[in-house]
C-alpha cells in the first residue's frame, strides 16, 4: 500500500532552517509529484510547493520563493522540503502529499504523510 | 489565485441525519472542453492528515462511503454526508484543481449535536 512517511517534529529558532523529509513506499517514486502543504494550529490548508520526481522540476507559491527548497532522492524514494529564514508564523504542521494529476496540471492530493509539527520560538 | 471559500465554519448534526457543507470558488472551476467541474473534497480528522473523499466535484474515491455525495458546478458546490455516523467528525475542506496553484476551503467542522 501507499505510505508517505515523514521525519519527527523539530523546535527552531527565528532564522534558522528546517529540512522535512518524506519517504515513500508502495508505488513507482518517479510516475507522481510530491506536494507540500502545511496547517497552522488550528488553521486550513496551505499548499506551499510541487516537485516532479521524474525530473526534478519545482513550483512553489510567491510568497515562499527564495525560501523554500524541494529536492528528492530517487535512490530512496525520498523527498525534502527545506524552508530557510523561519518565522514564528512558520509554526505548522508540514505535509508531503502524493499528487494525482487527473485532468490540467494542478493534482489532487491521494495519500499524505503523517505531518510533521515544526515549532519556531525563541 | 482562486478563492475558496466554505460555509458554515462548523455545524452539528444529530447521528444519522444529514450534514451539508457549501464551497464557493471566486471564479468557475468547471473546464467547458471537457464539462469537468475540477472540485475535490477531503476529510481530517483529529490528529490525521486530510484524507481524499471526492474528485471532479461528484466522483468518490475508492474505498469512500456512498453516504458522501458531492454535487454542484460552476463556482457552487455541496458536499453532503447523507446519514452522519460517529466516525465523521471531522474538518472538511474543498480544493480546486482547475488553475495553479491548487487553494484550498477554510474547512468545516462536523460535529455531532
Known amino acids: 500500500q501507499v505510505q508517505l512517511v515523514q521525519s519527527g517534529s523539530e523546535v527552531k529558532k527565528p532564522g534558522a532552517s528546517v529540512k522535512v523529509s518524506c519517504k515513500a513506499s508502495?508505488?513507482?517514486?518517479?510516475?507522481?509529484?510530491i506536494s507540500w502543504v502545511r496547517q497552522a494550529p488550528g488553521q486550513g490548508l496551505e499548499w506551499m510547493g510541487w516537485?516532479?520526481?521524474?525530473?526534478?522540476?519545482?513550483k512553489s507559491t510567491q510568497d515562499l520563493l527564495g525560501r523554500v527548497t524541494m529536492t528528492t532522492d530517487t535512490s530512496t524514494s525520498t523527498a525534502y522540503m527545506e524552508l530557510r529564514g523561519l518565522r514564528s508564523n512558520d509554526t505548522a504542521v508540514y505535509y508531503c502529499?502524493?499528487?494525482?494529476?487527473?485532468?490540467?496540471?494542478?493534482?489532487?492530493?491521494?495519500?499524505w504523510g503523517q505531518g510533521t509539527l515544526v515549532t519556531v520560538t525563541s | 489565485d482562486i478563492v475558496m471559500t466554505q460555509s458554515p465554519d462548523s455545524l452539528a448534526v444529530s447521528l444519522g441525519e444529514r450534514a451539508t457543507i457549501n464551497c464557493k470558488s471566486s471564479q468557475s472551476v468547471l473546464n467547458s472542453s471537457n464539462n469537468k467541474n475540477y472540485l475535490a473534497w477531503y476529510q481530517q480528522k483529529p490528529g490525521q492528515p486530510p484524507k481524499l473523499l471526492i474528485y471532479?466535484?461528484?466522483t468518490r474515491e475508492s474505498g469512500v462511503p456512498d453516504r458522501f455525495s458531492g454535487s454542484g458546478s460552476g463556482t457552487d458546490f455541496t458536499l453532503t454526508i447523507s446519514s452522519l455516523q460517529a466516525e465523521d467528525v471531522a474538518v472538511y475542506f474543498c480544493?480546486?484543481?482547475?488553475?495553479?496553484?491548487?487553494?484550498f476551503g477554510g474547512g468545516t467542522k462536523v460535529e455531532v449535536k
Open positions: 508502495g508505488y513507482t517514486f518517479t510516475s507522481f509529484g
Open positions: 516537485i516532479s520526481a521524474h525530473n526534478g522540476n519545482t
Open positions: 502529499a502524493r499528487g494525482r494529476i487527473v485532468g490540467g496540471s494542478t493534482p489532487i492530493f491521494d495519500h
Open positions: 480544493q480546486q484543481y482547475y488553475t495553479p496553484p491548487p487553494t
Open positions: 471532479w466535484a461528484s
